[in-house]
């Protein structure tokens, strides 16, 4: 069964960082790129980020480039998503999702066929 975790989410002032982290199980996770998309409050998802097999090539929305980095340890099964300069526009739920295998795309919400749970970021002073 694929099981996707999601934690470090939390409550952070404008200009604070996060770093939040996925744990991955029940398949090969090195063999499978990986996303984050973030929801918020009667809002549609928006794709956030995507990261490769190896982690050698990274995809980001333009709302975080520059101040989001995703990266994986393929040994640990991890994916992770660092997070600076917040700003209270990041406000949402975050989620760690699995890409189709062989996906051609991969910023929108049904190019991932598994999906965590979500951990709640909000950004507020």
């Known amino acids: 069964e694929v099981q996707l975790v999601e934690s470090g989410g939390g409550m952070v002032q404008p200009g604070g960082s996060l770093r939040l982290s996925c744990a991955a199980a029940?398949?090969?996770?090195?063999?499978?790129?990986m996303g984050w998309i973030r929801q918020a409050p009667g809002k549609t998802p928006e794709w956030v980020s995507t990261?490769?097999?190896?982690?050698?090539?990274?995809y980001y929305a333009e709302s975080v480039k520059g101040r989001f980095t995703i990266s994986r340890d393929n040994a640990q099964n991890t994916l992770y998503l660092q997070m600076n300069n917040l700003k209270p526009e990041d406000t949402a739920s975050y989620y760690c999702?699995?890409?189709?295998?062989?996906?051609?795309?991969?910023?929108?919400?049904?190019?991932?066929?598994?999906w965590g749970r979500g951990t709640q970021v909000t950004v507020s002073s």
């Open positions: 029940g398949f090969t996770f090195r063999n499978y790129e």
């Open positions: 990261i490769d097999y190896g982690g050698d090539s990274t």
């Open positions: 999702a699995r890409l189709i295998y062989g996906s051609s795309s991969y910023q929108r919400g049904k190019d991932y066929d598994y």
